[in-house]
């Protein structure tokens, strides 16, 4: 069996050795640019399109990460009949619950406020919330959402989520499509982001949308930068309606040094590492899939092209 690999940045050769070793019949090679020999499955992050254009006689391609705006933006360089397989949480969804838990509890408990006071060397009470009034929506109840969810629910907040099919989870309030979002936003005190980039969530987070949350809400976007229209959260932060916001992912990563974002007090930046690939995860579940489709059996996350995640 033929492996090729690529990826825009990582320790190639620990990829390679694990890959190896979860596979030991398998030949893994990186792919260079001019490879045209014969191959079966490619692993990929961010490939380039000459990697997988002509390529019709592999029989996957898995991607390294959750996301598959990158690989899908390939378009028609993208071999029509080959399945492309995203990573199914893989050690993922408990790093994204920790992350927005610790966010959702920061605000709850105001110590951003406290932190702006602490350098200002002020000794302040500030009035505590109360739960109830603190309610949660989970924009995106996929692999990740439904993990966020559990854990918030775990705390004792109240949580609503948006998706495009309903769900039935025990303690959270579902709403579903168009039609349900503002209901939906009108009740979320905070509002987290973990939706695929696709042409129907590209500037979602828009001032339509967020000026429809309660006054002093806050955002935390940890799924895609193009979700946001960032001026419009310069401008809601600024005007108050909005009272903060978390950032995992931006329009341009690296944030440039002169990005408007940095000198907003009101925003907690930080460099895309919500929830990280984790390489050992990642080989495993990779392998066991490539095993279980050399046995002619389905596999989990499967990317469906036509929704775009
Ligand atoms: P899933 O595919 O499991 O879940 C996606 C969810 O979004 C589903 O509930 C889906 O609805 C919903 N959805 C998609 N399109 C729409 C729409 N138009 N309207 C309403 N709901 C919609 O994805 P994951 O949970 O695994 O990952 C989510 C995203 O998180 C990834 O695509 C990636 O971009 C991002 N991510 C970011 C990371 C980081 O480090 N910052 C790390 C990992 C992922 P339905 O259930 O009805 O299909
Ligand atoms: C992903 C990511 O999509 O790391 O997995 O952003």
């Not at 998706?163 to 503002?182: F, N, T």
Request: glycine share 8%; aromatic share 8%; with cysteine.
């Amino acid at each position: 069996m033929q492996i090729i690999y690529y990826a825009d940045s990582g320790p190639v050769e620990q990829w390679l050795a694990e890959l190896h070793t979860a596979l030991p019949l398998a030949d893994v090679r990186v792919w260079h640019e001019g490879d045209t020999a014969p191959a079966d499955y490619a692993v990929v992050w961010k490939p380039p399109a000459a990697m997988l254009q002509h390529r019709a006689d592999l029989k996957a391609i898995f991607n390294l990460g959750a996301g598959v705006d990158a690989i899908l933006q390939l378009g028609d360089a993208l071999p029509a009949g080959v399945p492309v397989v995203r990573l199914d949480d893989a050690g993922m969804a408990v790093q994204m619950a920790d992350y927005v838990s610790h966010a959702v509890l920061r605000y709850f408990r105001r110590f951003d406020e406290f932190d702006a006071q602490a350098r200002d060397h002020q000794w302040r009470f500030l009035k505590p919330r109360r739960k109830e009034d603190f309610s949660v929506g989970i924009l995106g109840m996929g692999v990740l959402g439904a993990r966020i969810a559990e854990v918030l629910l775990s705390l004792g907040f109240p949580v609503r989520s948006w998706s495009r099919s309903r769900k039935e989870i025990a303690g959270v309030q579902s709403h579903a499509g168009a039609d349900e979002l503002d209901d939906f936003l009108a009740q979320s005190q905070v509002l987290v982001c973990v939706l695929p980039l696709t042409p129907q969530t590209t500037g979602i987070l828009d001032r339509n949308t967020l000026a429809r949350l309660p006054k002093g809400a806050y955002l935390i976007n940890v799924a895609r930068g193009a979700h946001l229209v960032e001026q419009d959260l310069l401008d809601l932060l600024d005007e108050g309606h909005l009272g903060g916001a978390t950032l995992d992912v931006f329009r341009e990563e690296p944030l440039p040094s002169d990005h408007a974002f940095w000198n907003q007090p009101r925003i907690t930046i930080t460099p895309h590492i919500s929830a990280l690939t984790l390489r050992g995860d990642s080989v495993r579940q990779i392998a066991a899939k490539i095993k279980q489709m050399e046995r002619g059996q389905p596999v989990a996350g499967l990317v469906d092209r036509t929704k775009g995640y």
